[in-house]
């Protein structure tokens, strides 16, 4: 198994400006990924984070408006940038063992409101 | 992509056992299928996950028909910390992919 960590745990941000959500894995991981979970909704990949290459980014999400880095095996960074409340969301970093037969492990979440 | 289909929310009473089905009719043939458990502010937890048949663990049991276009959650015994969503997701080379989920209450 894995505990992921994330930080912030909550937080309320201006119009404009830019957020970066920290994810910490208690093992080393190949795969690392970001979802958003909007207020009573289902969860949504945004990208997927393999150390040592670019994030691969969904339908709908592009990497000037989420940037992620991926420094090294247990750590990756979300960073919600220019925010309007539309990305009012909760943020969840997750990995696995990658492959077809995969448990997957979810950090707790970052609630992130945008007034 | 495979997409899920399952009913928006369940009701329930404790001590009985709940099924929840899940529709994913255009599944590839290496997909496997999975459920997650999310209680409120937490992340997804991962409950069960197979590939055809039937698979059992300690918390519940995943019924797979032969041409796995749908599978069954079975939870045996619901107590009322069972009340949460239940997602079904079809795992795409380590990808998943969220449906709507099931929202069940487990009443007293």
């Known amino acids: 198994s894995a505990v992921i960590s994330q930080k912030p745990s909550r937080d309320i941000c201006q119009r404009g400006t830019s957020l970066t959500i920290q994810c910490q894995v208690d093992?080393?991981?190949?795969?690392m990924f970001w979802y958003r979970q909007q207020p009573g909704q289902s969860l949504t990949l945004i990208a997927t984070a393999n150390q040592g290459s670019e994030a691969t980014y969904e339908s709908g999400f592009v990497i000037d408006k989420f940037p992620i880095s991926r420094p090294n095996l247990t750590f990756s960074t979300l960073t919600v940038s220019n925010m309007s409340p539309e990305d009012s969301s909760i943020y969840l970093c997750?990995?696995?063992?990658?492959?077809?037969?995969?448990?997957?492990?979810f950090g707790p979440g970052t609630r992130l409101t945008v007034l | 992509l495979a997409k899920t289909t399952q009913p928006i929310s369940m009701d329930s009473y404790e001590g009985q056992e709940v099924n929840i089905t899940c529709s994913h009719n255009n599944i590839a043939t290496n997909d496997y299928i999975t459920w997650y458990q999310q209680f409120p502010s937490q992340g997804p937890r991962f409950i069960i996950q197979g590939y055809k048949t039937k698979v059992t663990n300690e918390v519940a049991s995943l019924f797979i028909p032969a041409d796995r276009k749908s599978s069954t959650l079975s939870l045996p015994r619901v107590s009322l910390s069972d009340t949460a969503v239940y997602y079904c997701l079809v795992n795409q080379g380590g990808k998943l992919i969220f449906g709507q989920g099931t929202e069940l209450s487990v009443k007293p």
């Open positions: 997750s990995t696995g063992r990658g492959g077809v037969y995969n448990e997957q492990f």
């Open positions: 093992s080393q991981v190949t795969m």
